[in-house]
Nanobody, 123 residues
């Protein structure tokens, strides 16, 4: 099992940027794919991005391509999601998940989750 702790969320102005971090426990972080999901009030958790254990494979939902970047530093046991060009009116909790298997878009593919970090885009 992997313990995950997200950080980096907050209030940002439209068009601004944030970097979310996902710190993982354990020595085998590189063997896990990592995904980022978000959940807005009253909505289901949705896929944002995922990255393989080595970082060689990345996938994004269409709405964030070109604006968000997922990457990881296995030496630091930390994954990241760089958010840019944030759109106004966004209020969501971003969660990172760790998957023993492949980097996938479905939340059921992730075994361990962090507690989430809130992102609010408002002027």
């Amino acid at each position: 099992q992997v313990q995950l702790v997200e950080s980096g969320g907050g209030l940002v102005q439209p068009g601004g940027s944030l970097r979310l971090s996902c710190a993982a426990s354990g020595r085998t972080f590189s063997s896990y794919a990592m995904g980022w999901f978000r959940q807005a009030p009253g909505k289901e958790r949705e896929f944002v991005a995922t990255i393989s254990g080595t970082g060689s494979y990345k996938d994004y939902t269409d709405s964030v391509k070109g604006r968000f970047t997922i990457y990881r530093d296995n030496a630091k046991n930390t994954g990241y999601l760089q958010l840019s060009s944030l759109q106004p009116g966004v209020w969501a909790v971003y969660y990172c998940g760790a998957a023993v298997g492949a980097a996938v878009r479905t939340s059921t593919g992730y075994r361990d989750w962090g507690q989430g970090t809130q992102v609010t885009v408002s002027s």
